[in-house]
């Protein structure tokens, strides 16, 4: 397994020369080692040595043959390389030999070169020479062709005079290429001027063309092939155009044509001008329904010829019937603006909203079964902006308004002058007074809010609105008709003979039209009223109320003035009179429908209320003694009885009735304690919180018995219970002013110095 001394020190200079040869024996022998000692560390294992040595034998005979074979083919390809090698400097040597003596051939030479320098020149010149000889007998003939080709256009055999065209073009353009490659650009003024008449006959063949665009929609029915012969030539300039631009070296003037372009532009125009710049037409509703009748008509037909006749003669990709349908629609939209510039009145604008909504994409339209499915307007947008819509929706709701206002004032001035007749307003059949108010201005809300839902439901929702504004404003100007006519009445109360009726028919137009504008709303979930109609509704009420309780109030005045005096505390039939009265106004306020009756029922027996304590504040009778005092009280009680009885009869319940206020004060009148006074004023301020000191201090004034120490302490136990008015209260004593008692000093009536 291990070296000999001999070979060690053999080995030993080759160490020296390859460290890493004998760093790699040292690990070879560390491993050896450590496999030999793993091998036989027991003495049983050194019988097998032999037979490992003799196998580590044959495997380092293997290795070292397989080393020599190795080696042997490397020497074999290091000397084939180096006979290569050898053999490529030779050849080096040989074609650096050849290039020098090519190159002092070359120098011998040079003289020679010179001479076909001209040569090249004169072949260059000589075929220029040949070509403007080959192209000398077109150019004579140049001025030839233009009179042909004139002719030609003349003739309208345009292919044909196209076709000449382009010939003349080419050659030109040709000569031009030619002289821009070769620098003369100073030549090309000499051949333009040349060949100016070519401009002339383009002129004159894009006249032409234009003029058949022009007229295509006419073409295609009488002569389609003329038509066709210009989309041809359209065409083909197209592809001249192509071509040049591709190329990019030379583009000869006037290029590009871009007759397609030009084509579009002339056809859009035809269409816009045929169509939508007529001269200036009637605006009116009347007027503006025959023109919008005569663009629906002739639309739809072009359309049919674009789409059966038109399109079969252009190219596919012209989509000649898209063109058409975006330029029709355009124009449409950009006349359509034109037209709501001027001031129409409501029926015109109502008559552009259904059109432009409605018919333009219904089927008697751009919808039309024949159009279908090719024509398509739903990708173009819309005819009109919403923007534009909705300007045109509120200047339709002006109009209508301005209408309405003028219909309700003429309703009103007719209201306010059968006012004034000489006989009653009419019935129903319940026997209520009524007019024809409200019925007209309903049925003009109505059709106005049911005209604009043909058009949107934002139309239909702004007239609701303005319908609701203006009935408000109505009620408003019917207020001021009603005090203008109370105001002719109080000058003569024979004016109007039926000024009562009159009021009673008002309330029940009131109140016909409050229950009736829920109703104008077709909308059951839109129907709310604002609260400022409401209040307007309220407000009229109140107006008529007021003037026929003034009414009542008048005739009721010259008995009030002589109640709570000497002669009614004597016995007089003052309140039996009173109520003849009240019962013959009752009669009469029954002409009113009930919920309004009511209300005048309880609005006059709170009137006759406060005229009854009002009289009462004013302190006619004092009393001097308990006999008058009890005399005051059962007269108190018997009128107060007398009324209540008369307002139960009328249908008024007695929870109702505010004449509850007279019986308390009779029972304060009737204290025979005035020590108990204080707890029985307290009572009664609890009840009726409005009532002041002042109407305090007169009723105690009135029982006569009251000293002044007695009343400054009931007075000043109400500055220490102050009331406040509950919700819902009905007061009476707030509108009783009590009397100011006069200035013990002042020597005469009137004003003190």
């Known amino acids: 397994m291990g070296l000999s001394a001999e070979d060690e020190r053999a080995a030993s200079p080759r160490d020296e020369e390859w460290p890493e040869a004998e760093k790699a024996e040292k690990l070879a022998r560390g491993a050896a080692l450590k496999w030999a000692s793993g091998v036989f560390y027991r003495p049983e294992k050194l019988e097998g040595l ?48 050849d290039l020098g003596a090519a190159r002092w051939a070359l120098l011998n030479t040079a003289d020679s070169f010179q001479g076909l320098q001209q040569m090249r020149a004169l072949m260059a010149e000589h075929v220029q020479l040949a070509s403007v000889v080959q192209v000398l007998p077109q150019l004579f003939s140049v001025q030839e062709v233009f009179s042909h080709t004139l002719q030609l256009l003349h003739g309208q055999q345009l292919l044909e005079a196209h076709a000449e065209l382009m010939m003349m073009e080419h050659l030109r353009d040709d000569i031009l290429s030619q002289l821009h490659l070769r620098g003369f650009s100073s030549a090309q003024a000499t051949v333009l001027s040349y060949f100016s008449g070519l401009q002339e006959l383009n002129d004159t063949l894009a006249k032409q063309l234009w003029d058949i665009v022009g007229s295509s929609l006419h073409l295609v029915h009488e002569d389609p092939v003329l038509f066709v012969s210009a989309v041809r030539i359209i065409e083909r300039e197209e592809k001249i155009d192509d071509t040049l631009l591709l190329e990019a070296t030379f583009l000869p003037p006037g290029r590009p044509k871009s007759w397609r372009q030009k084509f579009y532009h002339v056809l859009q125009e035809t269409i816009t001008g045929s169509r939508f710049q007529a001269p200036r037409m009637d605006t009116e509703g009347s007027g503006l329904a025959r023109h919008l009748a005569a663009l629906q008509k002739g639309i739809v037909s072009e359309l049919h010829v674009v789409k059966d006749l038109m399109v079969q003669c252009v190219p596919a990709h012209y989509n000649i019937l898209s063109v058409c349908t975006a330029t029709f629609h355009q124009a449409l939209s950009s006349h359509l603006q034109d037209i709501l510039r001027e001031d129409l009145d409501k029926q015109a604008l109502f008559l552009l909203l259904e059109w432009t909504l409605h018919v333009y994409h219904s089927q008697e339209m751009m919808g039309h079964p024949d159009l279908l499915p090719e024509v398509d307007v739903s990708a173009l947008g819309p005819l009109m902006s919403p923007e534009l819509v909705d300007e045109t929706e509120r200047k339709y709701v002006m109009k209508v308004k301005a209408s309405v206002l003028e219909w309700m004032q003429r309703t009103l001035e007719v209201e306010f002058k059968e006012w004034f007749r000489e006989e009653e307003p009419e019935t129903d059949h319940q026997g209520f007074f009524q007019s024809a108010l409200p019925m007209i201005v309903m049925q003009m809300l109505k059709e106005n809010i049911q005209v604009a839902s043909l058009i949107t439901e934002s139309l239909r929702q702004k007239v609701y609105n303005m319908a609701l504004e203006e009935l408000e404003a109505f009620l408003g100007r019917l207020r001021e008709a009603l005090v203008q006519c109370g105001k002719e009445h109080q000058k003569d109360r024979s004016v109007p003979k039926y000024y009562m009726s009159y009021l009673l ?249």
């Open 505 to 753: 028919a008002t309330l029940n137009n009131n109140l016909a039209l409050s229950s009736s504008v829920s109703s104008l709303h077709p909308d059951t979930a839109c129907r709310e009223v604002p609260l400022s109609l409401h209040a307007a509704f309220d407000r009229t009420q109140k107006k008529a109320c007021q003037l026929l309780l003034e009414e009542l109030l008048l005739d009721l005045q010259h008995l009030c003035l002589q109640l709570h005096s000497r002669k009614w505390l004597l016995g007089s039939q003052l309140v039996s009179s009173m109520c003849e009265v009240i019962d013959k106004y009752a009669k009469d306020f029954s002409r009113v429908r009930r919920p309004v009756f009511m209300l005048l029922l309880m609005e006059m027996e709170l009137l006759v209320a406060s005229q009854y304590l009002r009289a009462l504040m004013q302190k006619k009778v004092v009393c001097k003694s308990e006999e008058e005092r009890g005399q005051l009280c059962a007269r108190l009680l018997l009128d107060a009885t007398q009324l209540r009885e008369l307002f139960c009869g009328l249908g008024l319940d007695q929870s109702q009735q505010s004449l509850e206020a007279v019986f308390d004060l009779q029972e304060l009148i009737c204290l025979k304690d005035p020590a108990l006074l204080s707890l029985e004023v307290l009572g009664f301020i609890t009840k009726y919180p409005d009532v002041s000191d002042e109407h305090i201090s007169t009723l105690l004034d009135i029982r006569g018995d009251v000293s002044k120490e007695v009343q400054h302490m009931v007075l000043d136990m109400m500055a220490q219970q102050p009331q406040v008015v509950p919700e819902g209260y009905r007061p009476i004593f707030s509108t009783i002013l009590v009397p100011v008692p006069e200035l013990p000093f002042c020597l005469r009536k009137g004003k003190c110095a």
């Open 50 to 97: 032999g037979q490992y040595r003799s196998r580590e034998t044959q495997r380092n005979s293997s290795i070292q043959s397989r080393l020599k074979s190795t080696v042997q083919s490397y020497l074999e390809g290091v000397s084939a390389g180096l006979e290569q090698l050898q053999s490529a400097a030779q050849e080096v040597q040989s074609l650096c030999q």
